[in-house]
C-alpha cells in the first residue's frame, strides 16, 4: 500500500483531502494505482501501485538521483529562475 500521506488525517487541514483525492483518482484513471474502499465507519479507502505503476519507480528514481546530481547546473543554466525571482 502507498504510505499514509497525511498521517493526521487530511481532513484536518482544507483542501488538502480534496487535492490528495484529485490526483490519486487521477493516478487511478491511468492504471498506475488501484484503490481499495472499505465499508467502515469513518470510511476507510486505500490505494496500492498497479504493475504498471511499479514499472514507472525506475524511472522516477533514476530522474531524482539525475536531479541530485545535477540540479545545480540546471538552476544556474539560462531561463531556470526561481519562482520568487519570476513573480
Known amino acids: 500500500m502507498l504510505p ?11 483542501g488538502v483531502a480534496a487535492g490528495v483525492t484529485e490526483t490519486l483518482r ?3 484513471g491511468y492504471a498506475l494505482v488501484e484503490r481499495r474502499a472499505f465499508a467502515e465507519t469513518p470510511p476507510r479507502v486505500e490505494y496500492a501501485l498497479t504493475p504498471l505503476g511499479r514499472s514507472l519507480l525506475g524511472p522516477i ?5 539525475r536531479s ?8 544556474a543554466a ?10
Open 78 to 87: 539560462p531561463g531556470w529562475e526561481d519562482e520568487e525571482e519570476a513573480g
Open 4 to 14: 499514509t500521506l497525511v498521517p493526521s488525517g487530511p481532513a484536518r487541514k482544507p
Open 61 to 65: 528514481e533514476a530522474l531524482g538521483r
Open 26 to 28: 487521477r493516478q487511478e
Open 68 to 75: 541530485a546530481e545535477y540540479g545545480d547546473a540546471f538552476a
